[in-house]
């Protein structure tokens, strides 16, 4: 079976994360780029399932900037047979409806049996990439994924849900989103960083994937930050001093607050 993992390179999530002056999106220079990690337990699951069935091959994909690139060779480094990187001018800025058709076009005609995605990045938040590329592929979608097998044709697992978790499964092929309970990752060795030197890596653009350059970055993304405020400073917090009326204090204090 072939398992595409997607992932995506974002501004180091404890680092100091700025926006761009006037352009609405991040500065990705204000901080070091890394692989975001719940792509890293993304990879690893994906692995796993190689490693069970001993005859799968797992290709890591990003769309992104030249230096996008770094995030890829780590993945290969791991485990991952091989990598493609969509990069081009056109695609910065773009929204996560543009990402979805990015990927659906290079995706389409590869023949993957499973698509692997995390259930959102750390500097989007939009949790809706996956669920846009499955509707965009025909395919199902199973999405939130605390645990994830493959076995007979099905993909499985426990889907995390606001009171615990459910079982589902859907026929191959599919797309899945993982949370960050599917894996703990592993740490790519020595022989495993000499190994990603000599993967297959192939680079796309836009043109390759015959994607007019008028549909997407910035200029065309379907959504907009018409406003960017920086955040207010921490302010200090509410000291109850108990002189006998403490309940009281703390019960009128959430009270205000509209939190009972």
């Known amino acids: 079976m072939k398992i595409a993992v997607l992932i ?3 501004p180091d999530t404890y680092g100091d994360r700025k926006m761009g002056q006037g352009s609405g999106t991040v500065d990705r220079a204000a901080s070091d780029p890394v692989i975001d990690e719940i792509n890293e337990r993304a990879v690893e699951a994906a692995l796993q399932i190689k490693e069970k069935d001993g005859g799968s091959k797992v290709t890591v994909i990003t769309m992104g900037p030249p230096r996008a690139a770094e ?3 780590k993945a290969l480094a791991m485990g991952a047979d091989s990598a493609v990187h969509i990069s081009d001018d056109g695609l910065a800025g773009s929204d996560s409806l543009q990402t979805s058709s990015v990927l659906a076009a290079m995706l389409r005609d590869r023949d993957f049996g499973l698509i692997v995605a995390g259930n959102e990045s750390t500097d989007g938040r939009t ?22 097998t493959v076995s007979g ?34 740490f790519p060795n020595f022989r ?12 796309l653009t836009l043109s390759d994937l015959k994607l007019p350059a008028g549909e997407t970055g910035a200029e065309n993304s379907w959504s907009k930050v018409r406003e960017v405020r920086t955040r207010p400073e921490r302010a200090a ?18 009270a205000k607050a509209k939190l009972i």
Do not use: C, H, W
């Open 127 to 148: 949790a809706a990439v996956p669920a846009m590329l499955a509707e965009r592929l025909g395919v199902a979608q199973v999405t939130y994924l605390r645990s994830l």
């Open 8 to 10: 995506k390179q974002v």
């Open 153 to 186: 044709g099905i993909v499985s697992g426990e889907r995390v849900t606001e009171d615990g978790y459910m079982e589902v499964n859907a026929p191959l092929p599919a797309v899945v989103s993982v949370t960050e309970q599917v894996a703990e990752p592993r």
């Open 237 to 254: 917090g509410t000291i109850v001093v108990d002189d006998g009326t403490a309940g009281s204090q703390i019960a009128d204090f959430l």
């Open 71 to 73: 995030a890829l060779r």
């Open 192 to 203: 495993g960083i000499m190994a990603a030197k000599k993967k297959p890596f192939e680079t």
